[in-house]
């Protein structure tokens, strides 16, 4: 099975976790479980168990909320698929380890840049040993504009980390109410439309 890179988004209890894990599982191949979550509190530790109670038995588990380019290298050793749940929260990892002091918008945008690529970077190598990396990650940018800067920079930098991944994905999902809908197939229907 030829590895790939999928992105797969979605905007909050949109359905986009359970869509992606079904996607890992639908393979039939030994599945590498990144998880970037860190547990600060009950509603957290809440939301972790719901994932975790999801998972099959047989999926092993690599806790990555920095660095996680060396999980996606470590699991891509002994696994077919990859998943990585999330990118969102991965990013706001990032941006709570910048001092306040030392928080712009130049900084948070080159630490986005220099992480996401590594992350890529993991999973092309992993795509040319025949894994596949799913990417979960959140649509944050479809409300309102947040009223203080860092949930402006954390909205921007969101969207510009989903861009990148999805350039470089084979297939990108957006799911809504649990519906996922595959935009890399619909993109390239219009395009050959264009070009009737």
């Not at 949930?151 to 957006?174: C, E, H, M, P, T």
């Given at each position: 099975?030829?590895?790939?890179?999928?992105?797969?988004?979605?905007?909050?209890?949109?359905?986009?976790?359970?869509?992606?894990?079904?996607?890992?599982?639908?393979?039939?191949?030994?599945?590498?479980?990144?998880?970037?979550?860190?547990?600060?509190?009950?509603?957290?530790?809440?939301?972790?168990?719901?994932?975790?109670?999801?998972?099959?038995?047989?999926?092993?588990?690599?806790?990555?909320?920095?660095?996680?380019?060396?999980?996606?290298?470590?699991?891509?050793?002994?696994?077919?698929?990859?998943?990585f749940d999330c990118i969102t929260l991965y990013l706001s990892n990032m941006l709570c380890a910048i001092p306040e002091g030392e928080l712009t918008e130049e900084r948070a945008y080159q630490e986005m840049t220099v992480r996401i690529d590594h992350l890529l970077q993991a999973a092309q190598v992993a795509a040319?040993?025949?894994?596949?990396?799913?990417?979960?990650?959140?649509?944050?940018?479809?409300?309102?504009?947040?009223?203080?800067?860092?949930?402006?920079?954390?909205?921007?930098?969101?969207?510009?980390?989903?861009?990148?991944?999805?350039?470089?994905?084979?297939?990108?999902?957006?799911?809504?109410?649990?519906?996922?809908?595959?935009?890399?197939?619909?993109?390239?229907?219009?395009?050959?439309?264009?070009?009737?």
């Open positions: 099975m030829a590895g790939k890179i999928v992105l797969v988004t979605g905007g909050a209890r949109s359905g986009k976790s359970a869509f992606a894990e079904k996607l890992a599982a639908k393979s039939g191949e030994s599945v590498g479980y990144i998880a970037t979550a860190q547990i600060y509190d009950e509603e957290m530790r809440y939301r972790v168990k719901l994932h975790q109670e999801r998972r099959p038995d047989n999926w092993q588990t690599f806790e990555a909320p920095f660095a996680a380019e060396k999980a996606i290298e470590k699991a891509a050793a002994g696994h077919a698929v990859i998943l040319g040993q025949g894994v596949t990396t799913i990417f979960v990650s959140n649509e944050v940018g479809a409300g309102i504009v947040p009223e203080n800067r860092l949930a402006r920079f954390y909205r921007d930098l969101s969207g510009l980390a989903n861009q990148k991944i999805a350039a470089a994905s084979a297939d990108v999902y957006a799911v809504i109410a649990g519906i996922p809908v595959n935009l890399r197939k619909i993109n390239t229907c219009l395009a050959q439309e264009g070009d009737r």
